[in-house]
T-cell receptor, first 115, second 113 residues
Framework: ETGVTQTPRHLVMGMTNKKSLKCEQH?????MYWYKQSAKKPLELMFV???????ENNSVPSRFSPECPNSSHLFLHLHTLQPEDSALYLC??????????????FGPGTRLTVL | DQQVKQNSPSLSVQEGRISILNCDYT??????FLWYKKYPAEGPTFLIS?????DKNEDGRFTVFLNKSAKHLSLHIVPSQPGDSAVYFC????????????FGKGTRLHILP
């Protein structure tokens, strides 16, 4: 595997379900991110992990719970979601701290539908 | 409040012509700007960047222009090719927060045959 991978690619869940999204980066980066992309909205940064420590939580509801067990893996645990949480969830990684340009490498995303 | 704005949701350009994608920003403290390109069913991929101390950066068919006084940047693609059809995101970042960049909504570019 190369780059940033995400599983599953598609997920349909009910509002009472618990599911998890997985992201893995094979680039040796030290920072990982979760973004939400809804229709006609900017990419919304949800969480940032830098050296496995959460450095950003952009007022995300507690029904989204991130986990970063090591610098290569990132999870997003989902619980009692709402239909408006349906979106494309993108994971990204970067090598933070090396230059002014923060080139982030994205995974293909998980298309989430909440019924 | 959106700090990075792409006011055109879509743009159609004839193949071979120039495509111009625009982006406005509100925070004069941004240190650099990026353009990302996204195909359906794929994540965004980095395209080109520009430092806030420059006014132009060129890479092959892609040129980004920065007008700091107007808080405006644009991406020029010339000549436009069918493979350029995608969504283009403008983004901005800070040197002292290199783990965070702010994206616009994106502009969908259609290259017409």
């Amino acid at each position: 595997e190369t780059g940033v991978t995400q599983t599953p690619r598609h997920l349909v869940m009910g509002m009472t379900n618990k599911k998890s999204l997985k992201c893995e980066q094979h680039l040796g980066h030290n920072a990982m991110y979760w973004y939400k992309q809804s229709a006609k909205k900017p990419l919304e940064l949800m969480f940032v992990y830098n050296f496995k420590e959460q450095t950003e939580n952009n007022s995300v509801p507690s029904r989204f719970s991130p986990e970063c067990p090591n610098s290569s893996h990132l999870f997003l645990h989902l619980h009692t979601l709402q239909p408006e949480d349906s979106a494309l969830y993108l994971c990204a990684s970067s090598q933070a701290g090396t230059s002014g340009y923060n080139e982030q490498f994205f995974g293909p995303g998980t298309r989430l539908t909440v019924l | 409040d959106q700090q990075v704005k792409q006011n055109s949701p879509s743009l159609s350009v004839q193949e071979g012509r120039i495509s111009i994608l625009n982006c406005d920003y509100t925070n004069s403290m941004f240190d650099y700007f990026l353009w990302y390109k996204k195909y359906p069913a794929e994540g965004p991929t980095f395209l080109i960047s520009i430092s806030s101390i420059k006014d132009k950066n060129e890479d092959g068919r892609f040129t980004v222009f920065l007008n700091k006084s107007a808080k405006h940047l644009s991406l020029h693609i010339v000549p436009s090719q069918p493979g350029d059809s995608a969504v283009y995101f403008c983004a901005a970042g800070f040197n002292n927060r290199d783990d965070k960049i702010i994206f616009g909504k994106g502009t969908r570019l259609h290259i017409l045959p």
